[in-house]
């Protein structure tokens, strides 16, 4: 690749758009490129706040001039006109989340209110696409947080391998045949999350198979077992680039529109039939009038009530009014709606039943009160995009049902199974008193409790006990029913840790890998197991027995394989900086601590542990978490986090 790189800056502006010199953002990006010498801005622009002319650029600058990077400022906000993410997700051919999230992560540590950006980034063809806020001092931040590796990003785009890179950063040439850090060095490199001090950037040609010897054969006697792990301890980065490198989302289904569509995932635009109102509707109790006869007595000539009917509504002539109420049909000739507070009734029939004359007591103007057809949605007009979610709140599902929308194509859901395993398990409602050795299992109510909550559809496969055969029938089982199955305990070191073993030698499984650099959950394990009914290989998640190991590892793991399995487009974990509340000391690990995220009333943002024991032992660690600290391994220059410095978060839960 050469060593320029060729780049589009688009500013994205209503005011832009008709006075380019009230354009500050996009000059000043131009001025941060020009300054390093391996950029050249070779075309800017300036659009509206408009879904298609933002299209219509980006996709000229992509497929047309092949830029290498497209960068785009304005329109990322909550403003009413805000479309960019909205225009440019479509676009893009994959996803770049991480580069997201860094851009986010640096930018919420100076102002908290750089959550209210919307960012997205992608790839298209061979171009990166990164999109700005409006303002010259978030352009500069967000730029200079990925400034340095954007080079690097768009040689991988374009094909390249990235070796001079990685040799600059490791400080000199691998040794050939290392896919990276070891056990003895993970201490200090490949730490996940870019929280080591060294660097290890892993990609697709990185992930090469386990060439480990196998496990050892499920009858090895005790005194034969391997004494130290044949699976790499592998950074969180490449073991959940590894998961995530062997998910397709599953195919599309029809379902009825009822309350058993939240969660699932539109594979359709859902354009309306219907308009709505479609007629002319009444928006409160009042009188249909005429806005040119103004105020004065009229005859009540007409009534008109919400509800169905086969002929037209009635005629309205001038110096008449009709008595109308919420949803009414609008006469025709009909102009207005005067409330009935602004109303005096003058003369009603004898017999008291009928309103004959009312005093109009108010001025309004033509259209008040009143829905016009398709005012709230027209024929023809897409009302939901595919990769939307329906959500529990109900819009989508209210939506659908307004404009009659019976049935929608959506991605399947994955159905997931959760088996306990272990002599020493019982089921956790079993009343008779624990034996010695017996503990009762929490990780099956757990996992399905928080996979329910998810939206998605879990199977119990109950408990299996420590014997090759019980685990083989029980994990075979799974898999007949189920697109993933999910196991805890049996996954470490010890002679009753068979899961590794009979994925191998009985299953046929691929184990991607059996050890992580994290705390919990280091023995975690991910398989993927051949599909007897050909197609997707299934997936096996090994979790650890401990239960905080457990319930960590499946929200780091299992639920985003869930959701991209689901179709969901955004399957990861959101994450926010906030201020950790104590000092806490550091593994040599990286640590994912149990923790209460909280949103003061001026807008700070603090991170509290629940606990200061955060063994994996101890359930009680998780009682209102609602994210999951992410602290980086120590290394000899930092042997602590210190109160008050920021710490990414990963949100598990609602925030309070």
């Keep these: 690749m050469s060593n320029q790189l060729r780049v589009g800056v688009l500013t994205i502006s209503d005011t832009a758009s008709v006075d380019a010199v009230s354009d500050t953002s996009g000059p000043s990006l131009c001025r941060l490129l020009e300054a390093e010498s391996r950029y050249t801005v070779q075309t800017t622009a300036i659009v509206p706040d408009d879904f298609k002319a933002i299209q219509k650029t980006v996709t000229a600058w992509c497929d047309d001039l092949d830029l290498h990077l497209v960068l785009t400022t304005g329109g990322t906000g909550f403003g009413v006109r805000d479309c960019t993410p909205e225009a440019v997700l479509p676009l893009l051919e994959r996803q770049t989340p991480g580069i997201t999230h860094l851009i986010f992560a640096k930018s919420v540590q100076i102002t908290p209110f750089a959550a209210l950006s919307r960012a997205v980034s992608g790839i298209r063809g061979q171009t990166l696409i990164l999109t700005f806020p409006g303002s010259p001092k978030a352009v500069k931040e967000n730029f200079e947080a990925v400034s340095k590796m954007l080079p690097h990003a768009i040689d991988l785009i374009r094909g390249g391998t990235g070796k001079k890179v990685h040799e600059k950063m490791q400080g000199g040439p691998r040794p050939s045949g290392q896919a990276g850090a070891t056990e003895n060095e993970g201490t200090t490199q490949g730490q996940g999350h870019g929280h080591g001090h060294g660097h290890t950037c892993f990609h697709h040609s990185d992930r090469e198979s386990r060439s480990d010897p196998a496990s050892l054969s499920l009858d090895t006697p005790v005194s034969r077992r391997l004494r130290k792990s044949p699976y790499p301890l592998i950074p969180m980065d490449k073991a959940l680039a590894t998961v995530m490198d062997q998910i397709t989302p599953l195919p599309s289904v029809k379902q009825p529109v009822n309350e058993a569509l939240i969660g699932a995932v539109l594979d359709e635009d859902i354009v309306a039939a219907e308009a709505i109102p479609g007629y002319r509707a009444s928006i409160l109790d009042g009188y249909a009038v005429i806005d040119t006869d103004g105020p004065g007595e009229y005859p009540v000539t007409a009534v008109s009530i919400a509800t169905a009917s086969e002929g037209g509504a009635a005629k309205l002539l001038p110096g008449q009014i009709a008595r109308i109420t919420t949803g009414g049909a609008v006469p025709e000739g009909a102009t207005a709606v005067v409330m009935v507070e602004d109303t005096q009734l003058i003369k009603s029939s004898e017999d008291g039943t009928r309103e004959e004359i009312v005093k109009i ?85 757990t996992l399905i409790a928080a996979t329910n909550a998810a939206g998605f559809e879990s199977i119990d496969l109950g408990i299996a006990p420590d014997s090759p ?73 090994g979790l650890p027995g401990n239960p905080v190991s457990a319930t960590v590892t499946f929200h780091l793991f299992v639920l985003p394989a869930l959701r991209k399995l689901a179709g969901y487009e955004n399957y990861m974990w959101p994450s926010i900086q906030a201020e950790i509340a104590q000092d806490v000391r550091l593994d040599e690990r990286p640590e994912y601590q149990r923790a209460i995220v909280t949103i003061a009333a001026d807008g700070r943002i603090t991170a509290q542990s629940t606990d200061k024991n955060q063994m994996s032992s101890r359930m009680v660690t998780m009682l209102g978490a609602n994210s999951l600290m992410v602290l980086p391994g120590r290394t000899t220059e930092r042997a602590q986090v210190a109160a008050g410095e920021k710490i990414e978060c990963l949100l598990i839960g609602k925030l309070v």
């Design 361 to 445: 007591l108010a001025k309004v103007r033509s259209g008040e009160a009143i829905r016009e057809i398709g005012s709230d949605v027209q024929v023809g007009q897409t009302v939901l995009r595919k990769g939307q979610v329906v959500s529990a709140v109900g819009g989508e599902i209210g939506v659908m049902a307004s404009i009659g929308v019976r049935n929608v194509l959506v991605r399947q859901r994955p159905v997931v199974g959760f088996l306990s395993t272990g002599n020493e398990v019982v089921n956790h409602d079993n009343g008779q008193p624990l034996k010695m050795g017996q503990i009762r299992d929490s990780n099956r109510p």
């Design 469 to 541: 055969e019980d685990l083989e029938a029980a994990v075979r089982k799974g898999f007949e029913k189920c697109d993933i199955v999910v196991t805890t305990g049996g996954v470490s070191m010890g002679e009753m840790d068979l899961l590794k073993p009979l994925l191998e030698q009985r299953l046929g499984a691929t184990i991607h890998f059996g050890r992580i650099m994290m705390k919990p959950g280091k023995p975690t394990t991910f398989a993927t197991v051949p599909n007897p009914r050909g197609g997707q290989p299934r997936l096996m998640f």
